[in-house]
């Protein structure tokens, strides 16, 4: 009797049973357990539920087809090669978790439709590593230098025109001629986006209509759809979300979501000069 198969009895509840693939290539391939040093370990959070102290643990838990593995820097290049292969993905921000693929394969993105019970016609935000990758998909060139550095990253989605240049495919999101782009302060997702060579396609990890999730424990019923679900942990946010800031108009700008950042955003616009654009009134 090998060491995976005794491994396996004695632990049920978290490993597939022998007769899995993953069983059968050994321990070392699950990059899950570390056995050799027993200190680390799990501890309870807020309520009693169980978070992950990522400081502390390099363990993950398996469930049905999905593995879930600390947002670290070891499972980055992991999370990279999903993307690269068309698979959707879980992963913190700094605001909620959310659901991410590559932008620019209509498989992958319809798979996240299908996950969420989205509508076709809801439009999907795009995630980019960095400041800089911004000019790559939207129009910038009519923002004052410097906004765009100081909203982010953080915790804002920022809405501009696709421009003839964007490298965007013209599926995602078809008919609509604005992008919604974040950067969000969250160094795994960022370092995916990096990686993967191409753009993000990210929305909130939930059900369409359901709550937003601020723990993996609450889209647990939707962990099988993905390829992999990256823990950070409990998120401190709260459950608003970015806020969403309309900047296609020089000069102007409007706020489409209070979100989690409202007032921090207003006072970096004005700072800036822009002012709010007034609602149109409706023809009475």
Not at 5 to 14: Q, Y
Not at 106 to 135: F, H, M, Q, W
């Amino acid at each position: 009797m090998n060491l995976s198969t005794r491994l396996a009895e004695k632990l049920p509840g978290i490993l597939p049973a022998p007769s899995s693939p993953l069983l059968r290539k050994g321990i070392s391939e699950l990059r899950c357990f570390s056995i050799a040093n027993h200190s680390r370990r799990l501890r309870w959070g807020l309520q009693k539920k169980m978070v992950w102290s990522l400081e502390r643990a390099e363990t993950c838990v398996v469930s049905n087809s999905c593995l879930v593995h600390p947002a670290t820097e070891a499972y980055a290049q992991e999370a990279i090669e999903a993307i690269k292969s068309e698979k959707v993905i879980a992963v913190p921000t700094d605001t909620l978790y959310g659901f991410a693929c590559d932008a620019c394969s209509l498989e992958a993105v319809n798979r996240i439709y299908e996950i969420k019970g989205r509508k076709l016609t809801s439009p999907l935000a795009i995630c980019v590593g960095d400041v800089l990758d911004i000019k790559r998909v939207a129009t910038t060139n009519h923002l004052p230098h410097g906004l765009l550095d100081s909203l982010l990253p953080g915790p804002v989605t920022i809405v501009l025109q696709r421009g003839e240049s964007s490298i965007l495919e013209k599926s995602l999101n078809p008919g609509i001629g604005t992008i919604g782009v974040r950067v969000p302060d969250c160094e795994f997702i960022r370092e995916v986006s990096r990686g993967s060579g191409s753009v993000l396609a990210l929305t909130s990890a939930n059900l369409s209509g359901d709550r937003s999730s601020v723990c993996v424990k609450d889209f647990e019923n939707l962990w099988q759809h993905c390829a992999y679900v990256y823990d950070g942990g409990l998120l401190p946010s709260g459950r608003a979300g970015s806020t969403i800031v309309d900047l296609t108009k020089a000069g102007k700008y409007k706020i489409i979501r209070p979100g989690s950042a409202k007032q921090a955003t207003v006072v970096i616009l004005e700072k800036y000069l822009l002012e709010e654009e007034e609602e149109e009134e409706e023809d009475r």
